[in-house]
């Protein structure tokens, strides 16, 4: 994202948004999350981007040529980019239909759905809280919770959480400020 140089605002942009939507979808077993330990978003990452690039049917040339633009215009991923062995044992991948794939740590047990072996009833109300107010995890992953789980979560039906869902919309924005209005964060080649 630091390198970003695309105008998030043109039409191209939204087009490829859905397609990796779509893409991520398909990947993923028609879900738009998937909860795995941290150890193993570095490969879940490369097959997913594999796997939207493979459905694009871009000619070999035409591959060729955009790994020679990769290479010559941009900082090259290496392995230790997605080591994430500090940040604790589990992270979720959402893909964002605003922005694109994020991942999120320490917040698996915001998340009491069928897929997620990370969900600890325990820490739900400290997850919820970080999810909410962490201005680094999207508004629409927030807003993905509370109209996913909040049924399931005892947090939403008591005093402070009642509260939150009240105002939930100035909440967020006051919680992510900078990050409330959700930027496309892809680049293409």
């Known amino acids: 994202m630091a390198v970003n140089f695309l105008d998030h605002r043109k039409k191209e942009t939204h087009e490829i948004l859905e397609l990796q939507h779509d893409a991520f979808l398909d990947y993923n077993n028609g879900s738009i999350i998937k909860f795995l330990p941290t150890e193993k978003v570095g490969s879940f990452f490369k097959g997913y981007m594999d796997f939207y690039n493979n459905s694009l049917n871009i000619s070999e040339k035409d591959k060729e040529e955009a790994t020679k633009r990769i290479t010559k215009q941009s900082f090259p991923l290496t392995n230790n980019d997605f080591?994430?062995?500090?940040?604790?044992?589990?992270?979720?991948?959402?893909?964002?239909?605003?922005?694109?794939?994020?991942?999120?740590?320490?917040?698996?047990?915001?998340?009491?759905?069928?897929?997620?072996?990370?969900?600890?009833?325990?820490?739900?109300?400290?997850?919820?809280?970080?999810?909410?107010?962490?201005?680094?995890?999207?508004?629409?992953?927030?807003?993905?919770?509370?109209?996913?789980?909040?049924?399931?979560?005892?947090?939403?039906?008591?005093?402070?959480?009642?509260?939150?869902?009240?105002?939930?919309?100035?909440?967020?924005?006051?919680?992510?400020?900078?990050?409330?209005?959700?930027?496309?964060?892809?680049?293409?080649?």
Not at 99 to 126: D, H, M, T
Request: net charge negative; with cysteine; hydrophobic share 40%.
């Open 83 to 189: 080591d994430f062995s500090d940040k604790g044992d589990s992270a979720l991948i959402f893909f964002n239909h605003r922005s694109g794939a994020e991942i999120a740590f320490g917040v698996n047990s915001a998340f009491p759905l069928p897929g997620n072996p990370y969900f600890r009833e325990e820490q739900n109300e400290e997850h919820i809280l970080r999810l909410l107010m962490d201005e680094s995890i999207s508004a629409e992953l927030a807003i993905f919770c509370i109209n996913t789980c909040k049924n399931k979560l005892p947090f939403f039906n008591k005093d402070l959480g009642k509260l939150y869902l009240a105002d939930i919309d100035f909440l967020l924005r006051f919680w992510k400020k900078g990050n409330y209005h959700t930027k496309p964060s892809i680049t293409i080649t």
